[in-house]
């Protein structure tokens, strides 16, 4: 099956600095990739589609400047937490799509990177 | 608007079987998946739906009305690891709509 993997799975960071998590597809090219954030007891919600070659896809509320998302080749996206403080503790999880991201495609999953900013 | 709804929670009894509903209203339709999430895992797909009636695979079946706006996943022969949280999600566009998630727990 389709293997997603991201980097950190755990992070501690100050208040104040900067936080990039990497998500890769594995064994399959995405152009589309998606970046979701789950706050504890709470479901995913989508924070930003990812397209390679272009601008991300912000959702309503999200900042734009305060989470950077680079999709820099068909296997990698990164989204940067930029002055991160506590409130930006949380689940991120990341999702790929096989091929050209198609509707018909399923979203797998990466094993997603807890962040807790003291 | 999207609502998505589920049951918060449900506990049934090992070897028995559950249904976990799932109703939805969204602005667009593109297909439903329900995806199974251990506690601090990401989700793993389960099923996807996008034509009515029901979609079987192993011990998990999932059923799809889009005329009622609703969906069941049915476990059978529940096993102690079924416990987890179950997300019904819709798939407008090619972004997923999320509900909030069933925890369910299996009991000896």
């Known amino acids: 099956g389709a293997v997603v993997s991201q980097h950190p799975s755990r992070v501690i960071c100050k208040s104040g600095t900067s936080v990039k998590i990497e998500c890769r597809s594995l064994?399959?090219?995405?152009?589309?990739m998606f970046w979701y954030r789950q706050f504890p007891k709470q479901s995913l919600m989508l924070m930003a589609t990812s397209n390679e070659g272009s601008k991300a896809t912000y959702e309503q509320g999200v900042e734009k400047d305060k989470f950077l998302i680079n999709h820099a080749s068909l296997t990698l996206s990164t989204l940067t937490v930029t002055s991160a403080h506590p409130e930006d503790s949380s689940f991120y999880i990341c999702?790929?799509?096989?091929?050209?991201?198609?509707?018909?495609?399923?979203?797998?999953f990466g094993p997603g990177t807890r962040l807790l900013v003291l | 608007g999207q609502n998505i709804d589920q049951p918060t929670e449900m506990t049934a009894t090992e070897g028995a079987i559950v249904q976990i509903n799932c109703t939805y209203q969204t602005s667009g339709f593109n297909g439903l998946f329900w995806y199974q999430q251990h506690a601090g895992e990401a989700p793993t797909f389960l099923s996807y739906?996008?034509?009515?009636g029901l979609e079987e695979k192993g011990r998990f079946s999932s059923f799809l009305s889009r005329s009622k706006g609703y969906s069941y996943l049915l476990l059978k022969e529940l096993q102690m690891k079924d416990s987890a949280s179950y997300l019904c999600a819709v798939r407008e566009g090619n972004k997923l709509v999320f509900g909030a998630g069933t925890i369910l727990r299996v009991k000896s």
């Open positions: 739906n996008v034509l009515d």
């Open positions: 064994d399959f090219q995405a152009t589309t």
């Open positions: 999702s790929a799509v096989p091929g050209q991201g198609g509707y018909r495609e399923t979203q797998y």
